[in-house]
């Protein structure tokens, strides 16, 4: 069977009404403008715990917009959230190694226990299928270049224990329950949205604003750790198309661009595209972090009809633009 192209996956999805956890979220946000845009309803549960309500203050008036505020951690908000929805995309999460190092049992609770009470709402409403946002941290220092599917999985953090625990949970909802989930693994997704401010930032938000304000960007470790940096755009246009391509409930799909970049050549692209001299100041490298990150993509391309777009140089260009609003 030939893979969906997006147009196939948008005629699919059209009219259905989809729930996005997290939906007020960096990733989570993008994919609730696709949905619209698609032409869905579209309900978002947000606890507003990371995310920001102005991320969503474009789709706001939207006759097929609903927000709802709780916390996916709680069964009761989420039983009553998910009736009569179609599908979901759970997006929301402790999306922080330090954090997670340091409060394990909150992120633990936001995303596993999270996960359990949507497969089960799932379940008892008739959903079609959960589509999982999870994560490259899986596979941890794996010796393998490219990272696989097949690959063993290293947890190196809470963070990344708690959604290989999500994924598991995944699997035996649809092995024993029949609830259709799809295991989406993230690498480094950037893109507008992303928030340059908070403390666990990720790196390409936080070096943008600190150029942007006239500081020198902090490098934990040497410089050539390296990150596969995708899209956002390109991240939302994956969960769409894990939705609607039939025969691939209970699979695991990376999300990258199947390229790297260290961030000593990332600091060389922000100096090409601003136009300025850039000094990082570096400082000792943080437990928990993964040396190298790069998918392997040919599953996603195959199965899923998944082609990244955007190039890394094109993602900071429209970044760029959107914190200079900002900052």
């Known amino acids: 069977m030939q893979p969906p192209t997006f147009d196939t996956a948008q005629k699919t999805l059209r009219q259905s009404t989809c729930l996005v956890t997290g939906g007020g979220g960096f990733i989570g946000s993008h994919i609730v403008d696709l949905l619209l845009q698609t032409g869905c309803k579209v309900r ?24 709802i505020r709780g916390d996916c951690s709680d069964p009761a908000t989420v039983d009553s959230t998910v009736q009569g929805v179609d599908y979901i995309f759970h997006e929301a999460a402790m999306a922080s190694v330090p954090r997670s190092i340091r409060e394990p049992q909150l992120c633990n609770a936001w995303c596993t226990t999270s996960t359990v009470n949507l497969l089960s709402a799932a379940q008892k409403h008739a959903v079609r299928r959960l589509v999982l946002a999870s994560t490259s941290a899986a596979y941890g220092n794996s010796p393998f270049v490219a990272k ?28 024993g329950q029949g609830v259709e989930t799809v295991i989406l693994r993230y690498f480094n997704v950037f893109g507008p949205r992303q928030d340059p401010k908070s403390e666990y930032s990720a790196v390409i938000p936080r070096f943008v604003s600190m150029i942007l304000s006239g500081d020198s960007p902090i490098i934990y470790g040497d410089g050539q750790q390296s990150r596969d940096f995708v899209y956002v755009g390109d991240v939302a246009r994956a969960n769409l198309q894990a939705a609607a391509h039939p025969g691939i409930a209970g699979q695991v799909f990376n999300i990258g661009r199947g390229a790297s970049t260290t961030l000593l050549q990332l600091l ?57 609003q900002t900052v």
């Open 44 to 67: 978002v549960l947000d606890n507003f715990s990371t995310g920001f309500e102005h991320n969503l203050a474009h789709v706001a008036g939207h006759p097929d917009f609903t927000l």
């Open 148 to 175: 696989r599917e097949s690959d063993p999985v290293d947890p190196l953090s809470p963070y990344a224990a708690a959604k290989l625990a999500a994924e598991q949970y995944c699997r035996a909802f649809t092995t």
């Open 268 to 324: 060389d692209t922000l100096t090409a595209i601003l136009g300025r001299t850039i000094e990082p100041i570096h400082q000792a490298a943080r437990i928990g972090d993964v040396r190298e990150s790069l998918a392997d993509i040919t599953q996603a391309r195959q199965q899923l009809g998944f082609a990244p777009e955007t190039t890394v140089g094109q993602g900071l260009r429209t970044s760029i633009e959107y914190y200079q």
